[in-house]
């Protein structure tokens, strides 16, 4: 399935909805280094376990994120996560990156 590209002032707007996504795993994702396919915008973040995180932002901005409740959706466009109080566990799930 192609997904339609956006055009005109639409293109300009924030992204409201993710149409991607790659689980933050040790097998795809070292704490750290750029986050896939940020090159060029960045994503934001699923957190699926309570924790501290640090992130580098778009901008350049690095922010501690303290007591991220399990659920929580991070609306920010992230680049790097650089740390976290929780363990990633190979099965996946605490950290998402959506695009």
Do not use: W
């Not at 924030?14 to 704490?31: E, G, I, M, Q």
């Not at 994503?43 to 932002?57: E, F, K, P, Q, R």
């Amino acid at each position: 399935m192609a997904i339609r590209g956006l055009s005109g002032n639409q293109n300009a707007q924030p992204r409201v909805f993710a149409h991607d996504a790659l689980d933050l795993k040790p097998a795809n994702y070292t704490l750290g280094d750029r986050i896939a396919n940020t090159d060029t915008i960045g994503c934001a973040l699923y957190v699926g376990v309570s924790m501290d995180i640090t992130v580098t932002l778009e901008g350049g901005s690095t922010v501690l994120f303290k007591g991220v409740t399990a659920g929580s959706f991070l609306p920010m466009l992230v680049t790097h996560i650089t740390a976290s109080s929780a363990t990633l566990d190979a099965g996946g799930g605490e950290i998402i990156a959506l695009y």
